[in-house]
């Protein structure tokens, strides 16, 4: 199994370049299936999650081809891809493909829609919490469709004639139920109004994409969207948005290290609240034309305190990140994780470099120290892991993380943009 190894100590200069966002790819692709005609998708970032979903859209009989780079573009840029949903020819998502990962579930939206039924295993992905989909359910009924579970799938039907419009308010914000109850209402009959929807930078990138194809949304980027049915779907091309988590995952670790570095495409607006939180702790962060800079000479490390929140509050996707930047503060933070009720796995590996965390149900209480040791770590989920890659390059000495899949899944080429940046940090296989 594949280790990461790597020597901190080093500062962080240079230009790191963003990937295209995972978390909007997947939904992106998943409009696919909405349409009979090409859609085409640009910037598509080469990670596990992406293939894994490729694999889940072919068994539904989308031809998906990859297109060669375009003569001047650097290999910074990400994919062009086609998703092509001539036929549908199998709407049963198996457990097999579905337990992998969580935003597969996902598909049950455009299938509902577009073929009035679909057989959907529950879902699997990160094990940060229970995840239910009891929203995405209340949702999809209120769109007229009946709903049954047997045997661990989701059997839904729509109504003769297709899913109906209806006035739908979540109980709490979903970002998943939003994209699906998006995509499903695009194609039912009448006004469909959410409220209480997330309203993610991922949300309005795919919300933009259904306009492109011909829906008819608006409200796109606030709490209320309104979608008026259309009968059918058209091809479009699109652009995945710049990945914030990622960008927010090198801001940290360049306030941690020490250094100047340009996130390359990185939009500020898509994660304000956590670049305003990075500034407190002392880093200098500021929005160039090129992309985010984010400097640190050296000062303290300032605590801060977080709670994570849905967009635009402080995302729970970088949570671990900014633990691990705490845990070299010059004094005591507290984080309040209120999105997932176990994501502190990150803590007791974070505890192997020495860093002093304690828990208390969602709250965690970080007393900072000057110095963390290098260590021996495992990664136990996609942003955990690469929280354990922000405090070794920290460290004092040598460390090790082990069951990097993860971080295959949503970070592209990381050792390579790091090292590119001064981080001595390697790859070893078996
Ligand atoms: C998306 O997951 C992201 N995944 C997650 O990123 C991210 O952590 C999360 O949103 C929150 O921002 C993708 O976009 C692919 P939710 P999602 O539905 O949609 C509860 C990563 O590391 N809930 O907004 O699954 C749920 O348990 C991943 O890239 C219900 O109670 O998250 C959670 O407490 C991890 N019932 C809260 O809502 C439901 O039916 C928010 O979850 C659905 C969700």
Redesign the pocket.
């Known amino acids: 199994m594949d280790r990461i190894r790597l020597v901190g100590g080093n500062e962080l200069h240079g230009e790191i370049p963003i990937s295209g966002a995972?978390?909007a790819a997947?939904?992106l692709m998943i409009a696919s299936l909405l349409t009979d005609e090409p859609l085409v998708l640009q910037n598509v970032p080469r990670l596990a999650?992406v293939k894994q979903l490729e694999r889940i859209l072919e068994n539904h009989g989308v031809d998906i081809a990859v297109h060669g780079r375009r003569r001047g573009e650097d290999e910074g840029v990400g994919q062009r891809m086609t998703f092509h949903a001539a036929d549908i020819v199998d709407t049963t998502a198996p457990y097999e493909l579905v337990s992998k990962m969580?935003?597969s579930f996902w598909v049950i939206g455009p299938l509902l829609a577009r073929c009035h039924e679909a057989r959907v295993s529950l879902p699997g992905?990160?094990a940060?919490?229970?995840?239910?989909?009891?929203?995405?359910?209340?949702g999809l009924k209120a769109l007229g469709a009946e709903i049954d579970i047997d045997g661990g799938y989701v059997l839904a039907k729509a109504p003769k004639g297709g899913l109906v419009g209806a006035r739908i308010t979540f109980p709490?914000?979903?970002?998943?139920?939003?994209?699906t109850l998006l995509m499903a209402a695009s194609l039912a009959k009448g006004t469909t109004i959410l409220e209480n929807a997330?309203q993610?930078p991922?949300i309005t990138n795919v919300a933009e994409c259904l306009v492109a194809m011909g829906a008819k949304i608006t409200g796109i980027g606030t709490r209320t969207l309104t979608i008026e049915g259309v009968d059918r779907l058209h091809g479009a091309t699109v652009d995945v948005i710049p990945d914030r988590?990622e960008t927010g995952t090198f801001a940290m670790a360049a306030a941690m290290t020490g250094g100047n570095v340009l996130l390359k495409g990185a939009h500020a607006e898509h994660l304000k609240a956590a670049l305003d939180i990075l500034s407190q702790t002392g880093a200098d962060v500021t929005s160039e034309e090129g992309g985010i800079r984010v400097y640190r000479n050296g000062n303290g490390i300032q605590p801060v305190d977080v709670d994570t929140d849905?967009?635009p509050g402080f995302?729970?996707?970088l949570q671990a990140q900014f633990m691990a930047l705490m845990t070299m503060s010059t004094g005591t933070s507290r984080i309040r994780e209120t999105?997932?009720?176990n994501r502190y796995m990150h803590v007791a590996e974070l505890a192997r470099f020495g860093a002093d965390i304690s828990v208390d149900g969602q709250l965690a209480t970080i007393r900072g120290k000057p110095q963390l040791r290098g260590a021996q770590v495992m990664a136990t989920?996609?942003?955990a892991s690469v929280s354990l890659v922000i405090a070794g390059l920290a460290a004092r000495g040598e460390t090790t993380v082990n069951r990097i899949y993860h971080l295959d899944r949503?970070f592209e080429r990381l050792e390579e943009k790091l090292s590119r940046c001064g981080a001595e940090i390697e790859r070893v296989s078996g």
């Open positions: 995972k978390n997947l939904p999650d969580r935003a992905g990160c940060i919490g229970t995840r239910p989909v009891d929203l995405f359910l209340f709490k914000v979903s970002v998943g139920a939003t994209h997330a993610e991922e988590i849905p967009f995302p729970t996707d999105i997932f009720e989920d996609l942003r949503g």
